[in-house]
């Protein structure tokens, strides 16, 4: 799928990103169509899932922990202005399993991993272990793309959860050291303003961004060409490309879910409806505008 | 393609039948006595003849295991092959030599279809190699051992993980029997004790030793050497070079190796060819080469 026939130094900027593009919807078009196909490569999946999981276990527990305390902090001045500091959990909880969760702990998992994925593999193209691979009829699009690709989309959720999680706890922590709050009260109001549903949707999004960060580090890594230097500009690329391309498609995912699905936490609305604050609108998203005019 | 279709056991079957007495783990790595095979007067005739056969008339003899036509391969605007053609009789040893840059990698990937020609025909067992795909490749791929230049081993596996690796995945063989090969294989290039250590942990020359067991462990019917002794001091280039011979020699491997090492050139070679801007510019015995009345050819031996 090339524009030109020029050298990559040859071609303008333009050419040059939209041969990129064109590659990469071919690598993505490649991974579909090889990823029902055996070899399964279900030990190498597991073992990609725990280097993905296990070893950004505490990097995402940090981040999440950091989210939560910070975001806690930063509210409740503002919450207070309005006298709606009690509304702390709620929002806190809002905020963070609908947006800062997923896309803070995708962010963080990108830039280790999309670095991770792009030098391995880059180190393995420029040294010809993928060659090596392929002479041996291996399949190393099963074994390196689909495998990391595959451990992503399951582990992203899941590490997103957690931190979730987490950033409630510091958020939390933040609440009882300073205002001494209960943490039946704190709890209960963080969960009233979210519903199961809303949190499978919002996490679920993070399936994608992991998809994003994995493909586009396989397919960087993977189409190396020259030494170390090449290695390092492909893990550097993955980091830039994966975390812009998340932005992206957050943006983008965001204004489906309005569209198909309503707005801001619809149990939030109903929250706010049982108390009288507003009135139900024809649709859950309208309503859940109001909502927010009201408040 | 009955050939492509031959079992891991058959081929083990084939290759300690064309195997002399000497059974690998009886025989501890030792140099041969002569590496020159024209000095061998033990060795097996080896035709030399290598006449290449023009495009489009079918499959090449049976004595033929090799044979590339008039292959052409451009990356961009490089043109890279130009027409370069060769053959390679069953059970010799080939050796392409040329400068940097002439073509000789590239020529080599041609024949485990790492890459595919622009245009020309590379015939492999009876079998155009740019036509086939899935198993048909894949059976193809198994009998044929690739030596990278670099080793290219796996650096996140040991040494024994590294050649588990493909025992694992294209044999039927217990746990017991993949390590009793591992050993033999190993103790084949006289490296056993390295079986726990990683690749980092191993000098240049034990890697392309490593590369090598790795390469022979499915017994191939060939094995594509590239640059096998490059960056190797005079000592380990002829212990990798004897260790080819010895394959040839002992296990019937068909071999080609690229290179512009002349030790290692010396000792392993049966037929020479020389590559210049992906062209063949001669083919004969390493001496018809170096007195070679071609400008370019005498330049690259120093005369």
Known sequence: MRFTNLLPDQRSPVGNMLDRTGELASFIGRFFGRVWKPPYEWKETLAQMDEVGARSFLLVSVTGLAIGVVMAMQSRGTLAAFGAESYLPNMLTLTVVKEIGPVFTSLVLAGRLGAGIGAEIGSMRVTEQIDALEVAALKPFHYLVITRVVACVIVFPVLTVWADAIALLGGYFESFVVADTDYRIFFTMAFSSIRFEDLMMDTGKTAIFGFIVAIVSCYLGYNVRGGTREVGQAAMRAVVVSSLLILLADVIIVRLSLMLFGGVGSALQEHFYHKGMTRRGPFTSFGARLAIFDC | ?303
């Open chain 2, 1 to 303: 393609m009955p050939e492509a279709e031959t079992t891991e056991p058959e081929r083990r079957d084939e290759a300690q039948e064309t195997a002399p007495a000497a059974e690998p783990d009886e025989a501890p790595y030792a140099p041969p006595s002569s590496s020159k095979p024209e000095d061998d007067a033990t060795a097996p005739a080896r035709s030399t003849s290598g006449e290449v056969q023009p495009i489009g008339s079918g499959p090449p003899p049976e004595d033929t295991i090799i044979e590339l036509r008039d292959l052409h391969k451009s990356f961009g605007d490089l043109d890279v092959l130009n027409g370069a053609s060769l053959s390679v009789e069953r059970g010799t040893s080939a050796v392409v030599m040329g400068g940097s840059g002439a073509g000789k990698s590239v020529l080599l990937k041609h024949v485990v279809k790492l890459l595919t020609p622009d245009a020309g025909e590379p015939w492999v067992k009876g079998q155009r190699v740019d036509e086939m795909t899935g198993e048909e490749l894949d059976d193809l791929r198994l009998s044929i051992g690739y030596l990278f230049q670099g080793g290219a081993l796996f650096d996140s596996m040991s040494v024994e993980e590294n050649m588990n690796f493909f025992l694992k995945r294209h044999s039927a063989l217990s746990k017991g029997e993949r390590q009793d090969r591992i050993e033999e294989t190993l103790s084949w290039v006289n490296l056993v004790d390295t079986a726990p250590k990683y690749p980092a942990e191993l000098s240049g020359g034990q890697q392309k030793r490593i590369g090598l067991a790795r390469a022979i462990i499915l017994q191939p019917e060939i094995l594509l050497y590239d640059e096998p002794t490059t960056g190797l001091d005079p000592v380990s280039v002829r212990t990798v070079s004897d260790l080819i011979v010895r394959l040839r020699d002992e296990r019937g491997i068909t071999s080609v190796a690229i290179t512009h090492d002349l030790l290692c050139a010396e000792i392993i070679t049966d037929r020479a060819h020389f590559i210049y801007e992906g062209e063949i510019l001669e083919s004969g015995t390493l001496k018809e080469l170096k007195h070679s009345d071609h400008p370019t050819i005498r330049n690259f031996f120093g005369n």
